[in-house]
């Protein structure tokens, strides 16, 4: 392979990289992957690539009106091995290997088969790394996310406060025998038709995202896991393990299109 041709290929994969982040941005699953203060070094990322590969072909340009001025002198100075490849073939496969994965395998988000992998979170607050203490929103109670009424149950004076308050939650169904342990503060049991309405949190990326949410108590619900859902009903304190948890005890259970960005963040 000639010098000239490896330029191309390097300005190919280096556009193709930068031309993929940013269509990540376009498409929106870069929420798929990485904590959304990210986006915004994604994106210079993206077009700093793109940069790269125009300066590569320019240079490639110019190597190439060099070597037409040495054919064309008859210089008995060229050097033959100009046109040779300086670089190991290898590493180009190597850089061209994120481009080649990422457009062959489709792009979805997790999903309710990902929890038994990562368990499930229903008691500890979730902070970012670094962080002492989360901070938990003053909000109306209705805006709060699954994440949110956690954080507020672990770091309230008192968690019983919050008895009785109206909750307006989004999350995908998912059921554990281990939450059938689960009793309202009163001592009274949940019934068995109980589900966690759940989301994943991610800090960095989506290789350390913890599945998180709250249990929903909904005697009729016959909803398969990885439904999303959107519960509606007053809030009730629940132990679990000896903590103290939100239960939403459901008016209401609306089947809904998973969210546009599906993912929480700490």
């Known amino acids: 392979m000639t010098l000239h041709a490896q330029r191309s290929l390097q300005a190919l994969v280096v556009a193709g990289l930068g031309l993929f982040l940013l269509n990540t941005i376009r498409s929106g699953t870069f929420f798929w992957y990485l904590n959304q203060r990210f986006l915004p070094l994604t994106f210079f990322t993206g077009i700093a690539l793109v ?9 490639r340009k110019s190597d190439e009106a060099e070597t037409h001025s040495h054919e064309h002198n008859q210089l008995s100075s060229h050097d033959p091995t100009r046109d040779q490849v300086q670089l190991p073939f290898w590493r180009l496969v190597t850089v061209s290997l994120p481009l080649i994965l990422g457009v062959m395998i489709p792009a979805r988000p997790l999903s309710a088969s990902a929890v038994a992998n990562k368990e499930l979170n229903t008691t500890a607050a979730l902070t970012v790394s670094g962080s002492a203490k989360p901070v938990v929103p003053d909000m109306a109670s209705t805006d709060r996310t699954v994440l949110d009424w956690i954080k507020a149950f672990n770091y ?11 909750a307006d939650v989004v999350g995908f169904v998912y059921r554990d025998p281990r939450f059938s342990t689960a009793t309202f503060l009163s001592g009274a049991t949940l019934s068995q038709n109980q589900f966690v309405a759940a989301r994943f949190v991610i800090t960095h990326c ?5 599945a998180t949410g709250a249990i929903v108590e909904w005697p009729n619900a016959d909803l398969p896991n990885n439904t999303w859902v959107r519960v509606k009903g007053p809030i009730k304190v629940g132990t679990l393990n000896g903590k103290l948890i939100p239960v939403v005890v459901a008016e209401s259970v609306e089947v809904v299109a998973e969210p546009e960005r599906p993912y ?3």
Do not use: H, N
């Open 264 to 266: 929480l963040y700490p």
């Open 156 to 166: 309230a004076s008192d968690a019983t406060a919050f008895e009785g308050q109206p």
């Open 206 to 210: 989506v290789a350390e995202a913890l």
């Open 51 to 59: 940069g790269m590969a125009l300066i590569v072909t320019l240079s």
